[in-house]
């Protein structure tokens, strides 16, 4: 499918002068992020809205936990056609050069063609995702996870269903900006060990209602040392409690494996588990040989 069927025509007219995205997304506070409305036409998105599966009633990743409520699909080759349309194009050459020029990062970034935790997320009234830091790596590639992009998919969502994309400071004190996941509102935000996220309170939207988006990462070969925390050995989601409540998380005490990874003997066998037993690979790639 091509672009001018699928992108709204004003970011078609900009022709690559994106200096005004590039400004508010370095300036955003408490970390680079950018909301652009009605990036795709509607027309398109609408039929992406209407293929949209059940999840609860697809065969799904189902999180039900203290920190998640939601369900999850990454298995592009059961998508419908208008979905494997939208995926292919967040992971083709030209949004990926789009997306480097709007966020000014130098190293050369990267789609994950598995869509590891990415693909279709779903979530349900009384569900929720609390304020997290992503993994920072990727799970089998030695590659750094450096943007999130997400794409809501919901017609007339009420600010009373909550469901905001919220973004903390680094400290996790105060709550610095709120997206509603309206339709059409795709959101781009750095990813770092800093880059606090997520939406914490429960939905209450009806139950014939759902919280829909799409999610695709993106990574780089190498990535500024200050964006990371060194003594943070472990490659994993970090849920964090906000400031005035306690044990608002689970929290995985790995206190032994945590000192066995101070070793170099324990990361080369790390190094050797990812490159023989996690092969990176999509389900397409694989299908292809």
């Known amino acids: 499918m091509l672009k001018n069927e699928i992108v709204n025509d004003y970011y078609i007219s900009l022709n690559g002068n994106y200096e005004d995205f590039r400004k508010k997304y370095i300036n955003e506070e408490p970390f680079p992020n950018i ?3 009605n990036f795709f036409k509607e027309e398109f998105l609408n039929k992406v809205l209407n293929e949209f599966p059940d999840l609860s009633q697809k065969k799904s990743e189902n999180y039900n936990n203290k920190n998640e409520i939601k369900f999850a699909n990454n298995d592009y080759k059961n998508f419908s056609p208008n979905i494997k349309y939208i995926f292919d194009y967040l992971n083709s050459e030209e949004f990926i050069l789009f997306l480097q ?8 970034l990267i789609g994950d063609q598995a869509f590891n935790g990415g693909g279709l997320h779903e979530i349900k009234r009384g569900g929720l995702l ?3 830091t992503d993994f920072n790596r990727h799970p089998s590639l030695e590659l750094d996870r450096r943007l999130n992009v997400l794409i809501y998919l919901n017609k007339d969502w009420e600010e009373s269903y909550g469901g905001h994309l919220q973004l903390w400071d680094k400290d996790m ?3 610095k900006k709120k997206y509603l996941p309206n339709f059409n509102s795709m959101v781009i935000f750095g990813t770092t060990d800093f880059s606090n996220h997520g939406h914490p309170d429960p939905l209450t939207c009806p139950n014939d209602r759902s919280r829909k988006s799409l999610a695709t990462y993106y990574y780089s070969d ?3 040392k200050e964006e990371i925390i060194s003594r943070q050995l472990k490659n994993r989601t970090n849920f964090k409690d906000r400031e005035g409540f306690i044990n608002e998380t689970n929290k995985k005490n790995e ?5 066995l990874r101070r070793f170099n003997f324990y990361q080369s066998i ?5 490159k023989f037993f996690r092969t990176g690979k999509s389900q397409r ?5």
């Open 130 to 132: 609390k304020i997290h």
């Open 101 to 108: 020029s709007i966020t000014s990062i130098k190293e050369k």
């Open 285 to 289: 790639e694989r299908e292809k040989k």
């Open 173 to 175: 004190k105060y709550c």
């Open 35 to 37: 909301e652009l409305k």
């Open 222 to 224: 190498g990535r500024p």
């Open 270 to 274: 790390k190094k050797i588990e990812k």
């Open 255 to 259: 206190s032994f494996k945590d000192f």
